[in-house]
């Protein structure tokens, strides 16, 4: 995308925003990447040198629940050292200017959109920061600390992130609000994922198809991904420089 294309794009993208009751976003990795959270399937990405059924499924937790902690301390720490970036500031500002109307559905774990101040946010694979027991089932929040590669509850039963793996169901009431905010919004801003890993993916044609007319759909990020062709307008580059010229774009 040359810079006049961009741009033009961009005018495209706040033309849409500024006529939308709702709006609705869907992030993935690709928004906290400027943050140094390497995303999944980059060719450095977060897979490389693991298997995913190794490190992110029941299964794999099941065969080895230290090397699951390993891979999980290694992002925790990550996370821990990382800042929101311009991308995710520019969601919050959207979100103060549509207010209850705004809704941000996300597939990252890492937190970044609240640390940056985001509060309708629905983590739809669940959170880096919560573990959940096996034994009595609690979630707790543990911020980002170390939990070494064997945590215990305090029942004395097996903790395990509190995160979606590969062949597990979405948490099934933020999973259905999501559903609920794509179908009702006006715009779906559809940031930084692949659209590969579904039912993530599937918010892009539900929002485009549950009304008439269905919603606008503006993907931002690097490249062109399996949402591109349901984008009524696609923003090619950074979502840390793009989604910042959006909202300037916008207005106040
Ligand atoms: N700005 C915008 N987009 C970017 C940037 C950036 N700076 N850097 C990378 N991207 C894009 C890539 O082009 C890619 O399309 O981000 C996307 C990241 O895709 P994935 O690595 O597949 O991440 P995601 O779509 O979030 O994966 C979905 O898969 O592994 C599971 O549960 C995990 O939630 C995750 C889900």
Same mark, same amino acid.
């Given at each position: 995308m040359t810079p006049e294309e961009l741009d033009a794009a961009i /005018? =495209?993208?706040?033309?849409?925003? =500024?006529?939308a009751r709702r709006?609705?976003?869907?992030?993935?990795?690709?928004?906290?990447?400027?943050s140094g959270i390497p995303t999944f399937r980059a060719s450095d990405g977060l897979w490389e040198?693991?298997? %995913?059924?190794?490190?992110?499924?029941?299964?794999?937790?099941?065969?080895?629940? =230290?090397?699951?902690? $390993?891979?999980?301390?290694?992002?925790?720490?990550n996370v821990a050292t990382a800042k929101p970036n311009p991308g995710h500031l520019a969601l919050v500002a959207l979100e103060d200017r549509w207010g209850e109307d705004f809704t941000l559905v996300t597939q990252n774990v890492d937190g970044l959109h609240q640390d940056a101040g985001s509060?309708?946010?629905?983590?739809?694979?669940?959170?880096?920061?919560? &573990?959940?027991?096996? =034994?009595?089932?609690?979630?707790?929040?543990?911020?980002?600390?170390?939990?070494?590669?064997a945590p215990e509850c305090h029942c004395g039963g097996r903790?395990?992130?509190? %995160?979606?793996?590969?062949?597990e169901g979405l948490p099934v009431d933020i999973w259905e609000e999501a559903q %609920?905010?794509?179908?009702?919004?006006?715009?779906l801003l559809v940031v930084g994922?692949?659209?590969?890993?579904?039912?993530?993916? /599937?918010?892009?044609? %539900?929002?485009? $198809? &549950?009304?008439t007319p269905g919603a606008k759909v503006i993907e931002v990020n690097m490249t062109r991904t399996e949402a591109s062709a349901l984008a009524?307008?696609?923003?090619?580059?950074?979502?840390?420089?793009?989604?910042?010229r959006l909202v300037k774009r916008l207005g106040a």
């Open positions: /005018s =495209k993208a706040a033309d849409y925003l =500024k006529v709006v609705a976003v869907l992030t993935g990795a690709g928004v906290s990447a400027e040198g693991h298997r %995913i059924e190794d490190v992110a499924s029941p299964d794999g937790f099941y065969r080895d629940p =230290k090397l699951v902690w $390993q891979f999980y301390g290694g992002r925790r720490a509060r309708r946010v629905l983590e739809i694979h669940g959170s880096l920061r919560r &573990t959940l027991c096996l =034994k009595c089932d609690e979630v707790q929040d543990r911020g980002l600390g170390p939990l070494g590669d903790l395990r992130p509190d %995160i979606v793996w590969f062949g %609920i905010k794509a179908s009702e919004c006006d715009v994922t692949s659209a590969v890993v579904h039912p993530a993916a /599937s918010l892009i044609p %539900i929002a485009r $198809q &549950t009304r009524d307008v696609g923003l090619y580059g950074p979502s840390g420089q793009v989604l910042p």
